[in-house]
């Protein structure tokens, strides 16, 4: 068995930053690529960004791009989403997921690993 757990969120001003960590404990050599989706309330859940095994191959959703920043610490089975010039429509609920395979993928049918999520709230 394997767990993710997602821990970073909280409330932020827009244009603020914010950095969300992902930590994987159990059975870590089921988690290979990692990423982060978002689900707003009443929509679907969308790929935000993913990151390779080693790290050496990142994707981001265009609305993201330049903004964020994914990476990961193989030896603290950690992996980071660094949020920058934050803006009202990134406040929500953030997602960690994990598969086996070494690549990410943006669709969130090809991870089997889920954390509970991290709730990002803008601050007035």
């Known amino acids: 068995q394997v767990t993710l757990v997602e821990s970073g969120g909280g409330k932020v001003q827009v244009g603020g930053s914010l950095r969300l960590s992902c930590v994987v404990s159990?059975?870590?050599?089921?988690?290979?690529?990692m990423a982060w989706f978002r689900q707003a309330p009443g929509k679907e859940r969308e790929f935000v960004s993913g990151?390779?095994?080693?790290?050496?191959?990142?994707d981001y959703a265009p609305s993201v791009k330049g903004r964020f920043i994914v990476s990961r610490d193989n030896a603290k089975y950690t992996a980071y989403l660094q949020m920058n010039s934050l803006k009202r429509e990134d406040t929500t609920v953030y997602y960690c997921?994990?598969?086996?395979?070494?690549?990410?993928?943006?669709?969130?049918?090809?991870?089997?690993?889920w954390g509970k999520g991290t709730q990002v709230t803008g601050s007035t």
């Open positions: 990151i390779s095994y080693h790290g050496s191959y990142t």
């Open positions: 159990g059975y870590t050599d089921s988690v290979a690529a």
């Open positions: 997921a994990g598969h086996a395979r070494d690549y990410p993928t943006q669709s969130e049918k090809n991870y089997r690993n």
